[in-house]
């Protein structure tokens, strides 16, 4: 059943952030470092005193201030950025199969972390920036190749991004074929496979203000995405430039995808399967269902996030968690929405 017919969109946003906020608190507390809420409480309460928290509190009350919070917020970014980022891609496409690395910026954030790996004397900052400078150049060379060629664009920018996406996985086998078989070859496998491990404090001042920014955006812009999604011609119609409309949404949505892939690795299906739910529960209408698809990305990666540092007791990386819920998830969806045109 819809929950679209139940309730009003203020109350159908109001049950997905309560539920946000209930599930964000557990995943402070979950883990195999057990934190109580009291002493959760405590913390805060050392925050605004006058003692600094290493002063003051247990070690496992200092794992949740510089490890599992710091972790979490990360999560709810990475759950709304590619989740919205999806959305959007969507709609620019008018196509329910597209995701956020349809133009292969996450391809190309990953061949710049695995070069970033295998160089010599290579930090993490250093695979972060070569990551994020690979994949926003990765969609400029999409939309370059579009633009060369100027005949249908949506279609041609979705076959411009396959070439690159297929260009970036070449080099990048390459880059596995030469790399070390015993340190670097497993260092890259796994930062492929995506994990919020590494996040720290300074990664969320990052990270926070581009993908908050971007999501402003299209909060801002729900209304001219319900236009875009008619196609070029109902936009020129209404007085809107789909080419500009466009370039700037692809290019927001490409900053937030290499910033979050830069960071925590290639998160998959998220971009591709929240969209749908979401439209499950909020309806068509951007201006509503953008909100609900923050919301529900954040819950999704969260919830991901919890069991992948839960369910045993060495870590798994969350890319495979979010990959083995979000494939029967859309095979789901595939089933549910049999020959009502969705596809």
């Keep these: 059943m819809k ?3 139940l309730f009003s969109p203020g109350k159908r946003i109001a049950l997905l952030s309560t539920l946000l906020v209930v599930l964000f608190f557990a995943s402070t507390m979950i883990g195999r470092t057990q934190i109580r809420l009291p002493e959760i409480v405590s913390l805060f309460s050392a925050m605004f005193g006058r003692t600094g928290p290493e002063e003051s509190l ?21 759950g709304s950025g590619m989740s919205v980022s999806g959305a959007v891609y969507q709609a620019l496409f008018r196509n329910p199969l597209v995701s956020p690395d349809i133009l292969g910026v996450s391809a190309g954030c990953t061949f710049g972390a695995a070069l970033g790996l295998i160089l010599p004397g290579n930090s993490f900052l250093l695979t972060q920036v070569l990551a994020f400078v690979f994949g926003i150049g990765a ?38 074929y030469f790399s070390d078989p015993y340190e670097e070859l497993p260092t ?17 001042f990052t990270a926070l203000p581009v993908t908050g920014i971007g999501l402003a955006l ?19 119609s209404l007085g809107m430039n789909p080419a500009f409309f466009r370039t700037l949404l692809i290019a927001v949505s490409s900053f937030i995808v290499a910033t979050i892939v830069a960071t925590c690795g ?23 269902m953008l ?3 923050a919301l529900l990305g954040a819950i999704f990666m969260v919830a991901a996030d919890m069991a992948a540092r839960s369910i045993t007791t060495a870590e798994i990386p969350v890319g495979i968690i979010t990959a083995l819920v979000g494939a029967p998830i859309f095979g789901f969806l595939l089933y549910k929405n049999r020959g009502s045109g969705w596809l």
């Design 3 to 5: 929950m679209a017919g």
């Design 266 to 288: 290639q998160i998959c299906w998220i971009g591709l399967i929240v969209p749908h739910m979401a439209r499950t529960i909020a309806g068509p209408n951007h201006e509503t």
């Design 188 to 204: 890259i496998v796994f930062w492929i496979m995506g994990s919020l491990t590494r996040v720290t404090w300074q990664d969320l």
């Design 139 to 176: 969609v400029a060379m999409a939309m370059g190749v579009a633009r060369l060629i100027a005949v249908k664009p949506v279609i041609v920018l979705v076959l411009s991004g396959m070439v690159v996406l297929s260009l970036f996985n070449a080099l990048l086998m390459v880059l596995k």
């Design 58 to 78: 247990a070690s496992n009350q200092l794992v949740f201030w510089w490890i599992r919070l710091p972790r979490c917020i990360m999560a709810v970014i990475v």
């Design 291 to 293: 909100p609900a698809t």
């Design 218 to 236: 299209f909060m801002a812009l729900g209304f001219r995405l319900n236009i875009l999604s008619l196609g070029d011609t109902q936009s020129k």
